[in-house]
């Protein structure tokens, strides 16, 4: 299983950034994936996270301004995240399971996930 992010870069206090996240090497249909977010000297934290079933969490920091999608056809994962703070800033990784099932609640809150991208670094400038 392969997750590739993309879409990182480096934007003003306010502007937007559309990561991206495509997974491939398994054929699934039931998932849980989640966005998460580490800064430099910091833990990973969970983002925002969606299950299959259509449930979807965000973290408060987030909450009104990123959304999360899938897209089942090209089995990619989104994150449009609008209204940026420089404390949105860090390296944001992509993650999924696909073989087991973890609510997405228990993922915000534990960052623990069976498959994991690299990371696409988001900066922000105030």
């Known amino acids: 299983v392969q997750l590739v992010e993309s879409g990182g870069g480096s934007v003003q206090a306010g502007g937007s950034l559309r990561l991206q996240c495509v997974v491939s090497?398994?054929?699934?249909?039931?998932?849980?994936m989640g966005w998460f977010r580490q800064a430099p000297g910091n833990e990973r934290k969970g983002v925002a996270a969606?299950?299959?079933?259509?449930?979807?969490l965000y973290a408060d920091s987030v909450k009104g301004r990123f959304t999360i999608s899938h897209d089942s056809a090209k089995n990619t994962l989104y994150l449009q995240m609008n209204n940026l703070k420089p404390e949105d800033a860090g390296t944001y990784y992509c993650?999924?399971?696909?073989?087991?099932?973890?609510?997405?609640?228990?993922?915000?809150?534990?960052?623990?996930?069976?498959?994991w991208g690299k990371g696409t670094l988001v900066t922000i400038s105030s």
């Open positions: 993650a999924a399971d696909l073989e087991r099932y973890r609510a997405p609640a228990v993922v915000i809150k534990t960052a623990v996930m069976d498959y």
């Open positions: 090497g398994y054929s699934y249909s039931r998932y849980c």
């Open positions: 969606m299950d299959s079933d259509g449930t979807i």
